[in-house]
């Protein structure tokens, strides 16, 4: 496999963790998801990872029909790839979070390589009012949660959407997640090159330190040799300084208001757009060049955008 000579930018632009009170720019609507989603693509995006909420208060959806607005919007007005989350939900189960992926058939979809206690329950104790009334308990209640992603979990993903012929995200958490792709594809559910998602900084996983990233880079050198390229996700305020790092290893780098509201220390983002642009920045200042859609594409031996379902 040649080396990888540009960098592929992810834009993550709304999530299932934040709510609409912690940042009047985090899209919730249709409209202002497809909004915000083909800004980032226009500042140089070339992959989008989409969830779906609720129309009217946000709430987090896997329901298709909360994703065809947007879906169609999109392909109209970008050349972008779209990546479907299959975790958009911790409390749901994989059939349910799998289905917006089954309907549309996108090029890419995520796919969690392992359980863990995911939790942002320390997000309720910093707002006094909200502004819907599901959003309190909803993080609160994240102390409790097992985000669930069993083996069987992970081969009724990969069996089910397998005819779509869809490339994964696999999103790991923790080192050992790599294990769990590994066995995975030892047994034939995954076939290279994959593309894996180092996942540092929620809680509940591993740590957002630069030991972290190389630490699970070099695991992933060791299982899977030459059969792969990587990204990383920093959650928060870790999100531009990891994203740095992993441009000067020769990795991609993912961004976007699902993963942190803030554009720098203490003040909040615009958009998606403008942490697009701001990792666009860092990643050309540090000497690489920035993948179009189609060189994703390309890097990623994805199907290809006349073959998705929307």
Request: proline residues 4%; hydrophobic residues 40%; charged residues 25%.
């Amino acid at each position: 496999m040649a080396r990888q000579t540009k960098t592929i930018i992810t834009c993550a632009v709304t999530g299932a963790i934040h709510t609409p009170t912690m940042s009047d720019a985090l899209p919730y609507t249709y409209d202002d998801i497809a909004t915000q989603a083909i800004e980032a693509s226009e500042a140089g995006a070339s992959i989008l990872h989409l969830h779906a909420r609720n129309n009217q208060d946000g709430r987090p959806s896997v329901d298709p029909d909360d994703f065809a607005p947007f879906l169609q919007r999109i392909k109209q007005a970008t050349n972008a790839v779209v990546n479907i989350s299959t975790g958009g939900s911790l409390t749901l189960s994989i059939q349910d979070r799998i289905k917006p992926a089954k309907t549309f058939s996108p090029e890419m979809c995520s796919l969690n390589m392992g359980s863990l206690n995911f939790s942002f329950h320390p997000l309720a104790g910093r707002y006094e009012e909200w502004k819907f009334d599901w959003e309190k308990d909803y993080v609160a209640r994240s102390e409790g949660n097992i985000f669930r992603n069993t083996f069987h979990d992970i081969r009724e993903a990969a069996e089910t959407l397998a005819p779509h012929d869809i490339k994964f995200e696999h999103e790991c958490y923790d080192v050992g997640h790599l294990y769990n792709l590994k066995f995975c594809m030892d047994i034939g559910l995954f076939r290279p090159p994959i593309f894996l998602q180092f996942v540092l900084g929620i809680l509940g996983g591993i740590g957002a330190d630069i030991d972290n990233l190389i630490f699970m880079k070099r695991t992933a050198d060791r299982l899977f040799g030459e059969d792969y390229r990587w990204s990383v996700l920093g959650a928060g305020g870790a999100q531009m300084p990891l994203a740095a790092a992993a441009a000067q290893m020769g990795g991609n780098v993912r961004v976007g208001l699902e993963d942190s509201l803030y554009i720098s220390r203490g003040k909040l983002a615009e958009s998606n757009a403008q942490q697009v642009a701001k990792v666009r920045r860092i990643v050309e200042e540090l000497g690489s060049e920035v993948a179009t859609p189609d060189e994703a594409r390309e890097i990623l031996e994805l199907k290809g955008g006349d073959n998705v379902g929307f």
